[in-house]
């Protein structure tokens, strides 16, 4: 079956313990991205990927790093996480003649405390 | 700065009725307007989606209308039904994904 899986899917942290959510694809999709989703403002870009070793800053990068080593992870990092990094994270892949049709993960909700 | 502003918040119509969502852009760089459904628990899935230079696209009960000169686009869903009821989210593409703020749609029987 097609997916994007996310690990884990629930997270309950303190500030500043780093932390990791993986993301993986079995698409062999060259193009994969992180959203927050908050109440109010919808889903924004953290980080995507065109391809392996290939990562560009959406429009919320600050507080989170990302690595493409291989083209099926895409793993999302937070060195020191806060509690405004309390939200509701989703992978997503693309790839092919339909690079911009994203298939979604099931999302991680994190809280920082 | 809110690339892609959607309206309204929220929806509620009767079963039948023909809710419509509104998005807005500026950046004229956009080349690919998606519009993505969501249910409570899970991740946002792709509904339908068009092209700048199309004005109008239908798929099933869904239909998308684009008006380039305004840069607006909107969805329409025909013969609303109750299984209907979930979060919409416009958004609009050129390399970087953006999405609208999301309407949430009640669909009542």
């Known amino acids: 079956e097609a997916q994007v899986t996310q690990n884990p899917r629930y997270l309950i942290t303190v500030t500043g313990k780093k932390l990791t959510v993986t993301c993986s694809q079995n698409?062999?999709?060259?193009?994969m991205s992180w959203y927050r989703q908050d109440p109010g403002l919808g889903l924004r870009q953290i980080y995507y990927?065109?391809?392996?070793?290939?990562?560009d800053k959406g429009d919320v990068p600050e507080g989170y790093k990302v690595s493409r080593k291989e083209k099926r992870n895409f793993p999302l990092i937070l060195e020191s996480p806060s509690p405004n990094q309390t939200s509701l994270y989703f992978c997503?892949?693309?790839?092919?003649?339909?690079?911009?049709?994203?298939?979604f993960g099931p999302g991680t909700r994190l809280t920082v405390l | 700065q809110q690339q892609v502003k959607q309206s309204p918040q929220s929806l509620i119509v009767q079963k039948g009725g023909i809710p419509i969502i509104n998005c807005a852009y500026e950046?004229?760089?956009?080349?690919?307007f998606p519009w993505y459904q969501q249910f409570p628990g899970k991740g946002p899935a792709l509904l339908i989606a068009?092209?700048?230079?199309?004005s109008e696209k239908k798929e099933g009960r869904f239909t998308i209308s684009f008006n380039k000169s305004a840069k607006q686009f909107s969805l329409h869903i025909m013969d609303s039904q109750p299984g209907d009821s979930a979060t919409y989210f416009c958004?609009?593409?050129?390399?970087?994904?953006?999405f609208g703020t999301g309407t949430s749609l009640t669909v009542i029987p």
């Open positions: 997503a892949s693309s790839g092919g003649a339909v690079w911009n049709e994203q298939f």
């Open positions: 698409m062999n999709h060259e193009y």
């Open positions: 950046n004229t760089a956009f080349d690919y």
């Open positions: 958004a609009a593409i050129s390399g970087q994904f953006y």
């Open positions: 990927s065109m391809n392996v070793e290939v990562t």
């Open positions: 068009i092209r700048p230079d199309v």
